[in-house]
T-cell receptor, first 113, second 112 residues
Framework: EAQVTQNPRYLITVTGKKLTVTCSQN?????MSWYRQDPGLGLRQIYY???????DKGDVPEGYKVSRKEKRNFPLILESPSPNQTSLYFC????????????FGSGTQLSVL | GQQLNQSPQSMFIQEGEDVSMNCTSS?????WLWYKQDPGEGPVLLIA?????ELTSNGRLTAQFGITRKDSFLNISASIPSDVGIYFC????????????FGTGTRLTIIP
């Protein structure tokens, strides 16, 4: 089954403790992206990647890092999480064609205390 | 970063009613997309629009790409309980610019 898999689904952590949210897709998609969803603000793009070793900042990249060493994986790294990074995070992927559909994972609810 | 203005922010309707929502931008987009998010899930694409003036349907859903390329509209006819969720518009400049900008969402609730 074609899917985007994020882990963990829920995460509670404390300020300053490094964490990684994993994202993996099995559709051989070139494009992958991370979004955060906050009430009243919709989905805001954090980082995206057009292909392996190619990443770029979205609208709200501060406090986040990403890497794209392999085509299927696109982890989101919070080196020193802060409470304002408490949010619902979504990973998404799509193929290279202009009209390709964007597939989303089921989300990771992160709480930073 | 830019965001799209989506309205209304929330809607409370009765089953069987029609629903209209819209999205506006200060910038031109060459692709407009409409997504639905069910509780506890990621958004799922409903309709994609690629040309100004385009009107596209997906079952009871109809979306339009505004002539100015700065807005889009989504209509749902004869709403049913499974229409409950959050609806997002999204715009993409295209032509090599892959960035997708999402609207703030419209939360649809159906009153029994």
């Amino acid at each position: 089954e074609a899917q985007v898999t994020q882990n963990p689904r829920y995460l509670i952590t404390v300020t300053g403790k490094k964490l990684t949210v994993t994202c993996s897709q099995n559709m051989n998609h070139e494009y992958m992206s991370w979004y955060r969803q906050d009430p009243g603000l919709g989905l805001r793009q954090i980082y995206y990647s057009m292909n392996v070793e190619v990443t770029d900042k979205g609208d709200v990249p501060e406090g986040y890092k990403v890497s794209r060493k392999e085509k299927r994986n696109f982890p989101l790294i919070l080196e020193s999480p802060s409470p304002n990074q408490t949010s619902l995070y979504f990973c998404a992927s799509r193929g290279a064609g202009t009209n390709e559909k964007l597939f989303f994972g089921s989300g990771t609810q992160l709480s930073v205390l | 970063g830019q965001q799209l203005n989506q309205s209304p922010q929330s809607m409370f309707i009765q089953e069987g009613e029609d629903v209209s929502m819209n999205c506006t931008s200060s910038s031109i987009f060459n692709t407009w997309l409409w997504y639905k998010q069910d509780p506890g899930e990621g958004p799922v694409l409903l309709i994609a629009l690629y040309k100004a003036g385009e009107l596209t349907s997906n079952g009871r859903l109809t979306a339009q790409f505004g002539i100015t390329r700065k807005d889009s509209f989504l209509n749902i006819s004869a709403s049913i309980p499974s229409d409950v969720g959050i609806y997002f518009c999204a715009g993409r400049l295209g032509f090599g610019n892959e960035k997708l900008t999402f609207g703030t969402g419209t939360r649809l609730t159906i009153i029994p």
